[in-house]
């Protein structure tokens, strides 16, 4: 096991523990010496033995996290928020999508990662301090590349890119709103990651790179665990991207 001396003996609370990202995460942490509490709708990870199953996109799931926090003794040194859930509606064209369907959208993952920002902001303060970063992505800082999508089944919803701008400027917002408190409070927008995209897509989106194109989700994971090491005391309020110069 490679341990880290910045993370080792630590404890840190991941969101959406079973997404790419996530379970990477997760396993980084675990190797790094930290303890983990995954959250998540359902628990696929066996190196995580500390899971809480919650439904952080409703009312009585966003109380019942609050209240496990509440009574939580051990200090929580960190917070990731990389739960993404999606509606039955997400990913339809812009000239598809209902006024009904995009409120849907804003409420599940806008709407989430503001008051879980919250209740884990809160908890910290009440700790003496600590680390949240939440994850936005390319989309919310340059508007999609439209031909990497053509002749294929995907698309880059409008509201994905909205809901995503909005984070990285809630990030700031909150970063600002608890100086002097010893919180810590970053996001992370990452590339496009590798999940079985077609290859045509691959290739398009590959040529705007710089090296790899699509990332591994270790090429997150990096990022983040800087960020919730001591190293980064000195970062508060930024958003890290990490694209390999899809954006340049």
Same mark, same amino acid.
């Given at each position: 096991?490679?341990t880290?001396?910045?993370?080792?003996?630590?404890?840190?609370?991941?969101?959406?523990?079973?997404?790419?990202?996530?379970?990477?995460?997760?396993?980084?942490?675990?190797?790094?010496g930290?303890?983990?509490?995954a959250?998540?709708?359902?628990?696929?990870?066996?190196?995580?033995k500390?899971?809480?199953?919650?439904?952080?996109?409703?009312?009585s799931?966003?109380?019942?996290?609050?209240?496990?926090?509440?009574?939580?003794?051990?200090?929580?040194?960190?917070?990731?928020?990389?739960?993404?859930?999606?509606?039955?509606?997400?990913?339809?064209?812009?000239?598809?999508?209902?006024?009904?369907?995009?409120?849907?959208?804003?409420?599940?993952?806008?709407?989430?990662?503001?008051?879980?920002?919250?209740?884990?902001?809160?908890?910290?303060?009440?700790?003496?301090?600590?680390?949240?970063?939440?994850? &936005?992505?390319?989309?919310g800082?340059a508007?999609?590349?439209?031909?990497?999508?053509?002749?294929?089944?995907?698309?880059?919803?409008?509201?994905?890119?909205c809901?995503?701008? &909005?984070?990285?400027?809630?990030?700031?917002?909150?970063?600002?709103?608890?100086?002097?408190?010893?919180?810590?409070?970053?996001?992370? &927008?990452?590339?496009?990651?590798?999940?079985?995209?077609?290859?045509?897509?691959?290739?398009?989106?590959?040529?705007?790179c710089?090296?790899?194109?699509?990332?591994?989700?270790?090429?997150v994971?990096?990022?983040?665990?800087?960020?919730?090491?001591?190293?980064?005391?000195?970062?508060?309020?930024q958003n890290?991207?990490?694209?390999?110069?899809?954006?340049?």
């Amino acid at each position: 096991m490679e341990t880290n001396l910045y993370l080792q003996n630590k404890i840190f609370f991941v969101t959406g523990s079973q997404g790419l990202v996530g379970k990477d995460l997760c396993s980084r942490l675990t190797k790094a010496g930290s303890q983990v509490i995954a959250c998540d709708i359902k628990n696929d990870n066996a190196v995580i033995k500390n899971y809480l199953k919650c439904d952080i996109s409703s009312n009585s799931g966003l109380n019942y996290l609050e209240g496990f926090l509440n009574k939580y003794d051990n200090k929580i040194n960190g917070f990731i928020h990389c739960a993404y859930p999606r509606p039955k509606s997400w990913g339809k064209y812009f000239e598809d999508i209902t006024y009904d369907e995009i409120n849907s959208h804003l409420q599940l993952q806008l709407g989430s990662t503001l008051i879980l920002s919250r209740i884990f902001c809160k908890y910290l303060k009440r700790m003496g301090g600590g680390s949240l970063i939440n994850i &936005s992505s390319i989309q919310g800082i340059a508007a999609p590349k439209f031909n990497h999508y053509e002749g294929t089944s995907m698309s880059s919803p409008i509201e994905y890119s909205c809901i995503k701008s &909005s984070i990285i400027i809630m990030t700031k917002w909150l970063a600002k709103y608890y100086k002097n408190q010893n919180l810590n409070i970053n996001c992370v &927008s990452p590339g496009g990651i590798k999940d079985s995209q077609p290859e045509i897509f691959q290739k398009r989106y590959k040529y705007d790179c710089n090296n790899i194109g699509l990332l591994e989700p270790k090429n997150v994971s990096d990022v983040i665990l800087f960020l919730l090491s001591d190293q980064a005391k000195g970062v508060n309020g930024q958003n890290f991207i990490i694209d390999d110069g899809w954006s340049l």
